[in-house]
């Protein structure tokens, strides 16, 4: 009796490898972020990015620096 282990991913080899490649050493990447939001929370962010002529993303992203910002100048 033989068995096929084709049919078995995690016995020969990681069940779920990643799909991102290694990183080079020494240079600087964005890290992606997974974020949730009430429905009318994502509105007035939505609202507000468009009101600076900014994406969401981008908005998001300048507004969680400049809150984390204050806190660690508040922190000194």
């Known amino acids: 009796m033989c068995l096929d282990f084709g049919n078995f991913p995690g016995i020969l080899r990681p069940m779920r490898e990643s799909k991102t490649p290694a ?3 020494g240079r600087t990447q964005t890290e992606p972020v997974l ?28 507004t969680l620096l400049q809150a984390a910002r204050e806190v660690l100048k508040q922190a000194s």
């Not at 509105?43 to 981008?58: F, Q, T, V």
């Open 23 to 25: 990183r080079p050493q």
């Open 35 to 62: 974020l949730r939001f009430e429905p009318t929370h994502l509105e007035m962010i939505d609202h507000a990015a468009e009101h600076l002529g900014l994406a969401r993303a981008s908005w998001i992203r300048s």
